[in-house]
C-alpha cells in the first residue's frame, strides 16, 4: 500500500510482459486505507474475476525474484516466498510455528527455521503477508466460512496482539488449509537504516556462523534469484498491495 520502490516497479512491469503466464494487476488505493482493508478489497477483487486461478499478492517494500510466478506450480492451497524482517533483535523469516504452552494453549508463534530439514517446500503455521500466492479455492473457502480473511487481532485492552497476516494464517488453518513456504523464492524487502548499525549486524551473524544472512542453496540471496524456468501456463491474478 502507498509508494511502492523502484525495483519492485520494475519487476511488476517484466512480470506483465512475460508469456508463460496470464498476469493482470491490481493496484491499491489511497495509501491511508488500513492494510487488513487493503488485502481484503483485493481478495473481493480476485474473486469476483471467476477466469483467475490464483491471487499473488506483493507487499510495496517487497521485491520478488523474477521467476516468482512459477510458485503456482507447487499446487498448494498457500505459499509465501521468503521474506525476512527486524523483529527488534534479530533478522528473521516472516513464517511461524505455532508454539504451545504446558496444558496446550496457543501462545505465541515462533520464527520458523528454514535451514531445517532438505525440501524447499516447507509447511508452517504463519506467514507474513509480504509475497504470498494463493488458490481460488483457497479464499472460496475462507469466504464461505464467514470469516474475515484479514483483520488486526486485539486484546481486552485494545491493544494489537497479532497482525493482519498472522490472522489470515490462523484462518486458513482453522478452515482446514495448509500453508508453505518455498525457500527457492527468496524476495528483497527494503526499508531504511543506518549503514554502521548493518555493518555490525552482518559482523555480528558472521562470527557466530549464522547463515542466515547469507542463503547460498536457496537462491542466490537477491531479489533475482532461484530456480529454472518451468512449463505450463495456468491464468494468474497478481495484485500488488
Known amino acids: 500500500m502507498g509508494n511502492i520502490v523502484t525495483e519492485l516497479a520494475q519487476r511488476l512491469l517484466a512480470l506483465a510482459t512475460q508469456q508463460q503466464y496470464r498476469v493482470t494487476f491490481f493496484l491499491l ?26 491471487l499473488l499478492q506483493i507487499d510495496s517494500d517487497v521485491v ?29 523469516p516472516t513464517a511461524a510455528l505455532q508454539q504451545y504452552d504446558e496444558h ?6 515462533k520464527g520458523a527455521r528454514l535451514s531445517d530439514g532438505d525440501k524447499d517446500l516447507q509447511e508452517v503455521d504463519f506467514i507474513g503477508g509480504g509475497c504470498v500466492m494463493m488458490k481460488r479455492s483457497a479464499l472460496e473457502t475462507i469466504r464461505a466460512s464467514g470469516k474475515s480473511a484479514y483483520a488486526f487481532d486485539y486484546d481486552q485492552d485494545g491493544i494489537m496482539w497479532q497482525g493482519e497476516d498472522y490472522h489470515f494464517s490462523q484462518v486458513a488453518r482453522d478452515c482446514g488449509l ?15 537504516v543506518d549503514f554502521a548499525w548493518l555493518n555490525r549486524l552482518i559482523h555480528t551473524y558472521w562470527k557466530a556462523g549464522d547463515n542466515t544472512l547469507l542463503p547460498e542453496q536457496h537462491g542466490n540471496g537477491n531479489s533475482d534469484g532461484g530456480t529454472n524456468a518451468r512449463k505450463g501456463p495456468p491464468t494468474s491474478g497478481g495484485a500488488a498491495g
Open 29 to 54: 488505493y489511497p495509501p491511508q486505507i488500513p492494510h487488513d482493508t487493503a488485502r481484503n478489497l483485493i481478495v473481493k477483487q480476485f474473486l469476483e474475476h471467476k477466469e483467475f486461478t490464483h
Open 178 to 192: 495448509r500453508i508453505h513456504v518455498d525457500r527457492r523464492f527468496i524476495c528483497g524487502h527494503y526499508k531504511s
Open 104 to 109: 496446550g494453549k496457543r501462545t505465541r508463534p
Open 64 to 92: 520478488p525474484p523474477s521467476n516468482i510466478l512459477e510458485m503456482v506450480e507447487n499446487d498448494v492451497d498457500i505459499c509465501s516466498a521468503v521474506c525476512f524482517v527486524w523483529n527488534g533483535e534479530e533478522i528473521v
